[in-house]
């Protein structure tokens, strides 16, 4: 689930903060469901997955969606907006761990023993995990 998907209307509008909790609050009452941060779903989570990725590789990754999908509304994004360039978004993630890295290790740290948690800092470490996981649950060892 993009949180992106339930934050924006269409012409890149916000949510008010009301309208968007609640719309989160009801994704998180699934039985199952992959969501990013935020308190709420780190209390409702049986795993949480850290995407410790490089400056690099999460700048390049942005240049390549907006190359990919310039103009056209992604599958995961909210109706009525399209790829774009977007200044402000592109200096949140080259400050991102400067400025807001500190603060995801603290909410990370508050989660409950019972809690797994998953940390990837390589693109590879993710898919070979999610192989792994396709492969177990079509049987194959």
């Known amino acids: 689930m993009s949180?992106?998907?339930?934050?924006?209307?269409?012409?890149?509008?916000?949510?008010?903060?009301?309208?968007?909790?609640?719309r989160v609050k009801d994704a998180a009452m699934n039985e199952r469901w992959i969501m990013d941060g935020g308190e709420f779903r780190r209390d409702r989570a049986d795993t949480i997955i850290w995407f410790d990725l490089p400056r690099h590789v999460c700048m390049s990754g942005i240049l390549g969606r907006i190359a990919k999908s310039y103009g056209r509304v992604r599958p995961e994004m909210a109706a009525g907006c399209p790829e774009q360039f977007d200044l402000e978004f592109f200096r949140y993630v080259w400050t991102f761990r400067k400025e807001q890295r500190i603060a995801l290790i603290a909410y990370l740290d508050g989660r409950r023993a019972d809690q797994k948690l998953l940390r990837f800092t390589e693109r590879a470490?993710?898919?070979?995990y999610l192989a792994d996981k396709e492969a177990a649950s079509a049987g194959i060892h």
Request: hydrophobic share 35%; aromatic share 16%; net charge negative.
């Open 3 to 22: 949180l992106d998907a339930l934050y924006w209307k269409p012409g890149w509008t916000p949510s008010d903060p009301a309208t968007f909790k609640s």
């Open 125 to 128: 470490e993710a898919n070979s």
